[in-house]
């Protein structure tokens, strides 16, 4: 009885949840919707269901996502269901109650917090269905009950992440190197897990830049929050211009892209394009054209495969192929990105990721069949370089 009331529950949580949300490009897989597998399944393939609970598929970094997910799915005969939870913790916990009750038999999810994971790891054991997180891990020494918890857990099977101190700490370096000194940083929500990581490796390139070059020093601001909407980025943006003496650098933490876009747009116009060096991370769509206009300094990102490997994860946990050792933390996949700060380093990147996929189906159905090891390589070793040796 306590299972049918909660079902119905997250039924009626979807259908509101739901109705709020914009579907990916009229796809049928979007924002709570379910989306058909392909003509060639791999074996048990058109059985599954897997779950995709993620800030925003329609954004630039999650559309990206949608689609690269959407293939593996086709390739595999996999049925989908996607919820957009706009990184808001009630909707993300909200989110995997209803994947579970819609029938889902695994969840890949991109939470914001640490603290989420708690609930949303306790429904998957008591509906038993298989989670991974993916551009997201559970710190073990910010969040232990919530890392304890996952180890406890036969369901949570792992995270797919990226190394966001060092891509911080790169970013920062970056404008450091080109003579920026005042720097201001834009966030998105208050909390999130990613974000806390990215904002150390900033801090740590400040500090030493500082320690080494006492007579030539470097500021960080304080982050000003823009959540994951363009309008709050420009807003953002230009609160930090209006407020720092001599700003000559912005760093817009991510967001999904949709923060830069807003931000970039304020300053062009304002007239600051080209006068404010602006990094950030996630790949725009016309990331050529803001590198050649000074739109954008520099960039990381390239990491929209990070859900892919996620979704391999769950795969292969669901077909009993990945089963974690007892009492540990599961499988985990460091993610690695890109850096570009020219139209010149775009433009192999946009040969092989964008205007093509960086796998073909048939390379897709093979790494379904990997060993956990031979997916963590294959994670490891995606590069331009990699995509260019196995297509041509």
Known sequence: MKNMMKRALALATAAMMTIGMVGCGGATGAAG??????SAPAAGGSDITIGISIWSSTDVLGSQCYKIVEKAASALGVKTQWVDQGHVSE??????????????????????????MTSAINTCDEYGVYIAQFFRIISEENSPEVY?????????????HEDEVTNGYTLVNLLLEKGDRNIGLEAWTVGD?????????????????????????????EPVYANTSSEEGAAAAMSLYNSIPNMDALIVAGG????????????????????????????????????????????????????????????????GNYVKEEGTF??????PYLYVSS???????????????????????????????????????LSIDDVIARHN
């Open 91 to 116: 909707q993300v916990t909200a989110s995997v109650e209803t994947l579970c009750a819609a029938g889902c038999q695994g969840i890949i999810i991109c939470n914001s917090a640490d603290s989420e």
């Open 193 to 221: 897990a990613t974000f806390q990581l990215r904002w150390q490796g900033y801090q740590q390139a400040v500090e030493e830049w500082n320690k080494a070059n006492p007579d030539d020093q470097a500021t960080l601001s």
């Open 343 to 381: 139209p010149d380093d775009y433009t192999n990147y946009e040969k092989y990721f964008v205007d093509a996929d960086p796998y073909t189906d048939e390379e897709l159905v093979e790494m379904a069949g990997y060993s956990f090891e031979e997916l963590n390589k294959a994670a490891s070793s």
């Open 330 to 335: 599961g499988y985990e996949i460091q993610f």
């Open 256 to 319: 999904g892209g949709d923060p830069l876009v807003g931000s970039i747009g304020a300053f062009a116009n304002a007239g600051l394009t080209g006068k404010v060096d602006v990094v950030s991370t996630d790949f725009l769509d016309d990331l050529a054209d803001q590198l050649q206009s000074g739109g954008m300094f520099a960039e990381s990102g390239g990491h929209f495969c990070d859900p892919l490997f996620a979704f391999m994860l769950v795969y292969n946990a669901i077909q």
């Open 33 to 38: 919707g379910e989306s058909g597998g392909g």
């Open 148 to 160: 304890q918890t996952a180890c406890n857990s036969k369901y949570y099977i792992g995270a797919v």
